[in-house]
């Protein structure tokens, strides 16, 4: 039982270059999230999803998309990457609201 | 929307010495907290959570937490701290219905041995 795997772990990317994060779970969970973690802030929401093809904004969405075509995964995409996105990236998925979240082991990303 | 105060960022504390992580939230209707401890290079896992009944809640690994509307609090505390303690800890909160769940700044939880 993997729970929660996010691909890749590490990337750097020069400015105005493109990537997608994969995020996969084998849990069943409806709900899945992205944060963004950078020191002394926190975790601050990108983007969620409270089922397959649903989607909707948190906290920081500029600059960012995600898609959710299947149940198990949620991608979250750069389409021209700045330096203010170097960060830590960490997916997570729970099976509804006010359940815990479970999360995977995240993405360290850095714009140069 | 909610929000989650963590006001200390580090706080280092002696091994098997009692500690105390505060955290603060600012809406008490119908609220849910949580505390998610974070190891170096890992994810977040839960450690605790109270969604209604008892306002003490406990970890397996000996941390507890105390619901206080009043005071609009959700302290961690641990009698006696071990090194294998030394993480980040967050304190999370969100309102009955909200999908999102809103973290703290987080605190460093340092042992000296």
């Known amino acids: 039982n993997a729970g929660v795997t996010q691909t890749p772990k590490f990337r750097v990317l020069k400015t105005g270059q493109s990537m997608t994060l994969l995020c996969a779970q084998d849990?069943?969970?409806?709900?899945m999230y992205w944060y963004r973690q950078d020191p002394g802030m926190g975790l601050r929401l990108i983007h969620y999803?409270?089922?397959?093809?649903?989607?909707a904004k948190g906290e920081v969405p500029d600059g960012y998309n995600v898609s959710r075509l299947k149940k198990q995964n949620f991608l979250l995409g750069l389409e021209s990457a700045a330096p203010s996105q170097t960060s830590v990236y960490f997916c997570?998925?729970?099976?509804?609201?006010?359940?815990?979240?479970?999360f995977g082991n995240g993405t360290r990303l850095t714009v140069t | 929307a909610q929000s989650v105060t963590q006001l200390d960022s580090q706080v280092p504390v002696f091994e098997e010495a009692p500690v105390e992580l505060r955290c603060n939230y600012s809406s008490s209707v119908s609220v849910y907290l949580f505390w998610y401890v974070q190891y170096p290079n890992q994810g977040l896992q839960l450690l605790l959570k109270?969604?209604?009944?008892?306002?003490l809640v406990e970890s397996i690994n000996g941390f507890e937490a105390e619901f206080n509307k009043s005071q609009t609090s959700f302290h961690l505390r641990k009698p006696s701290v071990h090194i294998s303690d030394t993480a980040e800890y967050f304190c999370?909160?969100?309102?009955?219905?909200?999908?999102?769940?809103?973290f703290g700044t987080g605190t460093r939880l340092t042992i000296i041995p």
């Open positions: 999803s409270v089922g397959e093809g649903t989607t």
């Open positions: 997570a998925s729970s099976r509804g609201f006010n359940s815990p979240l479970h």
């Open positions: 109270y969604l209604s009944g008892s306002t």
């Open positions: 999370a909160a969100s309102n009955f219905g909200n999908e999102k769940l809103t």
């Open positions: 849990m069943n969970h409806e709900y």
